[in-house]
């Protein structure tokens, strides 16, 4: 009967660890789609101004689908559709586009921090359930060995 | 939470100063709206939401 008991808490903790360590595997993944969204961002900012820099009647080429392009002629940058969420995009200066895109990385970082702060409290719960588990297995070889001296 | 980020972008459209185009992004294409069709836009879908 105990040996029920000892092995159905150890499947317990066992459970409890694997999801532990799925959870953190779930926050590893946003936390690297939130790295890609901020690069994104950075480099959105970095596209912008250097097109403001290039200046207005410069030939661009405009993507049509993945293998196409055509070329354009470049208007003064000084205006910047955004698009800021709910389906819905607005015409901004472009000095404003610009602190709106920095806000956006802003909210993405504190975003990114609190699932580091959530992460690393996962890990000390994966450390706190191995070391019961690592007790648990101590235990029970601790009993396994009473019954062999038991036995002889 | 959802609401609230509708609340947030009415309430960011509606300081906008006149004359700022805006669009709706309808699939591929984008057209354009006047601020209050944008509004309505929101306030129907907070709807539909609930």
Redesign the interface.
């Known amino acids: 009967m105990a040996v029920k008991k000892d092995e159905k808490r150890m499947t317990d903790l066992t459970r409890q660890l694997r999801s532990i360590i799925a959870q953190i595997e779930a926050l590893r993944v946003e936390i690297a789609q939130l790295d890609i969204l901020i690069g994104e961002y950075r480099q959105t900012i970095t596209t912008l101004r250097n097109l403001k820099d290039l200046g207005a009647g410069k030939e661009v080429l405009l993507p049509v689908g993945r293998i196409a392009q055509v070329g354009a002629k470049l208007e003064a940058v000084d205006k910047i ?1 955004i ?10 200066p472009f000095d404003e586009a610009i602190q709106q895109i920095e806000k956006e990385i802003v909210a993405a970082l504190a975003l990114r921090e609190a699932l580091e702060r959530a992460m690393v409290e996962l890990y000390e719960k994966v450390e706190a359930l191995s070391q019961k588990i690592r007790e648990h297995g101590h235990a029970e070889a601790g009993e396994g060995k009473k019954d062999e001296g038991e036995q002889k | 939470m959802k609401e609230n980020k509708s609340k947030k972008l009415i309430e960011f459209l509606e300081r906008l100063p006149e004359g700022r185009r805006i669009y709706l992004n309808l699939g591929s294409v984008m057209v354009e709206v006047s601020k209050d069709e944008a509004i309505e836009f929101l306030k129907n879908q907070e709807e539909k939401e609930e």
């Open positions: 559709v698009n800021i969420g709910s389906g819905i995009s607005v015409e901004l």
